[in-house]
């Protein structure tokens, strides 16, 4: 049975990974990006064909799928006259694998619907090094049957794929998700930043904490920097998260649900990106709660 024919739009860390993987598995892609040149080049080097505007690359795709770094932009991608709504078909498959807003998830699949296709969502966990050896979770939502259709490509990205309910739950459970996992980042940080003040090792440290119930992934990719030196065991910037974080206070607030303990996280990698961190890797915060303390 032939692999279904895939558009794809994002080639960051993330979607660049993931295309990669797809293409060694014989899909046939079409792609889309206007940031990182270099990954556009790597995967039409590789056998893809890149289109010229989103509109172009649905009509050619049995599934569609976004990697974009904000809900803005799969909004602008999706809407316009060259938008992928305006060249979707009749059974045509959206997938948004970015960290939306569930909002705005829902709103874009009645748009798709009432193109005659599909839209799920399907929020990413773990790395891009996990997406090269379709390592991924992937938490799906969405119409079932969908689902089921695509079920089989996304078994080919990821080692959990779940499937959650409605549109717009993938997204939802993600935003909490990254809350949580943010929030104890920042914890970790923070944690190593103080054992400096106080004169005490970092090693020390963490082994009396990772010997006890804190023990945790997220703690071991910040102790893999500060500890070992290595920022890229978690590679996702602080810009990401702060958006992230921001997003899940924002669906708080529309659910009438007043946040208290993402705040913290929130203004921490807000004032890193104040102060030139942007760009930087999340385990690096624990250079911003240092000089923090040294102020």
């Known amino acids: 049975m032939s692999k279904p024919r895939i558009g794809f739009i994002g080639l960051g860390l993330m979607g660049a990974a993931m295309v990669g993987r797809l293409q060694s598995l014989g899909y046939d892609l079409t792609v889309l990006g206007n940031v990182t040149r270099h990954r556009i080049d790597a995967a039409v080097a590789a056998g893809a064909t890149e289109a010229a505007n989103p509109r172009e690359l649905a009509a050619a795709s049995d599934i ?5 770094d904000t809900s803005d932009s799969v909004e602008a991608r999706m809407r316009g006259d060259d938008g992928v709504i305006t060249g979707l078909t009749a059974g045509t498959i959206v997938i948004d694998f970015g960290t939306s807003l569930p909002g705005s998830t829902k709103a874009l699949g009645d748009e798709v619907a009432a193109a005659g296709a599909v839209y799920l969502d399907a929020p ?3 790395t891009p090094s996990h997406a090269v050896d379709g390592m991924l979770n992937i938490m799906c939502s969405g119409d079932k049957t969908a689902f089921d259709t695509v079920e089989p490509v996304l078994q080919d990205l990821g080692e959990n794929v779940f499937h959650l309910g409605a549109l717009g739950n993938g997204h939802t459970i993600k935003l909490i998700n990254n809350f949580f996992a943010m929030t104890t980042a920042n914890a970790m940080a923070e944690a190593f930043a103080m054992a400096d003040r106080a004169g005490v090792s970092r090693e020390q440290l963490y082994n009396v904490m990772s010997a006890g119930p804190l023990k945790s992934g997220m703690m071991d990719f910040i102790k893999a920097y500060g500890v070992d030196g290595d920022p890229n065991m978690l590679a996702f910037s ?4 702060a958006k992230d974080v921001g997003y899940y206070g924002t669906m708080a607030k529309d659910l009438g649900a007043a946040t208290i303990m993402s705040n913290c ?3 921490a990698l807000g004032t890193a990106i104040e102060e030139g961190m942007g760009d930087a890797m999340v385990p690096e915060m624990v250079d911003f709660f240092v000089k923090r303390f040294d102020k």
């Open 64 to 68: 569609v799928m976004l990697c974009m």
């Open 124 to 126: 990413l966990g773990r």
């Open 238 to 241: 602080v810009r990401n998260a």
């Open 265 to 267: 996280a929130r203004e």
